[in-house]
């Protein structure tokens, strides 16, 4: 695909989530779910919040698309990720990861270990976290890349390039980096994406909305264009939030506000480059 292709998907996918208002479930973090759902609903989508495995499961037959994100692990996920799993596998439901605190628990590890033979259909994370997942899963062996430290990314963009080609490769979808300048790829093609603002590390929950809104667009397009598609909606909006306000909890609301005010214009002409791989 070249710019203009990609460009034209992008508009659609903003179009169809607005016009749908398509349901992207989530299995969230405790600490974001706010934040996760109101960010959805500011992208046209619509924000439901899940946990127990009955109706997680159900839900995966009549979602276009789910969120699962590992940020807040409870005892009874042991249970909920590995049926939910299953039955979006069943269901053919795609479904966004983001596996937030790899690393940190015995349970995460083996229930992120699961997940590569009923993989995802988009990765999103930092890239500490997008190697530590290639690592898991047995596609790299480097051990001095992937180091993550809590929730924080020890390694930039760049080091987990090679790591998100070949985990796109292997979930035949999409995998997206989070950083300085977003990378984002299918394993054929990747896109950087820059915009957004250092307040967006001095709040919680702008990584796990990010991946609650790429379900939502996931739900009408296709993992790249989705991928791609609310991390540029997320750097226009970060930027025009930035230009108002200057301290974290102002610029939370603002950041929420200029999500929901997005053109699509301005999320296609946010600033794009891309690379063949």
């Not at 710019?3 to 903003?14: C, Q, T």
Request: with cysteine; hydrophobic share 45%; charged share 20%.
């Amino acid at each position: 695909m070249n710019e203009a292709e990609i460009k034209l998907k992008m508009r659609e996918a903003i179009e169809q989530a607005r016009l749908k208002n398509p349901l992207a479930p989530s299995v969230t973090n405790t600490v974001t779910q706010d934040f996760v759902a109101n960010a959805q609903l500011a992208s046209g989508g619509s924000a439901a919040m899940l946990y127990l495995p009955d109706e997680c499961e159900a839900i995966a037959e009549i979602a276009p698309a789910v969120y699962i994100n590992m940020g807040t692990t409870l005892p009874f996920y042991a249970e909920t990720l590995p049926r939910m799993i299953r039955a979006l596998a069943e269901h053919k439901t795609p479904w966004v990861l983001d596996p937030v605190g790899i690393g940190m628990s015995a349970l995460r590890m083996e229930l992120l270990r699961q997940m590569k033979n009923t993989p995802p259909t988009i990765i999103r994370g930092n890239a500490s976290e997008i190697i530590a997942v290639a690592r898991l899963w047995g596609l790299i062996d480097d051990e001095s890349i992937g180091n993550v430290k809590g929730v924080d990314a020890t390694d930039d963009v760049e080091s987990a390039r090679e790591a998100a080609i070949i985990l796109a490769r292997h979930i035949n979808g999409a995998v997206a980096v989070s950083g300085a300048e977003d990378l984002i790829t299918d394993g054929k093609l990747i896109a950087y994406s820059s915009g957004g603002s250092p307040l967006m590390t001095k709040i919680t929950g702008s990584g796990c909305s990010l991946g609650g809104v790429m379900a939502v667009y996931l739900a009408v397009s296709d993992p790249f264009t989705a991928a791609l598609t609310a991390t540029a909606a997320f750097n226009a909006a970060g930027m025009f939030a930035a230009s108002n306000t200057i301290a974290p909890a102002s610029f939370k609301v603002a950041f929420l506000d200029a999500l929901y005010e997005n053109s699509t214009h301005v999320v296609v002409t946010n600033a794009l480059r891309l690379e063949e791989v």
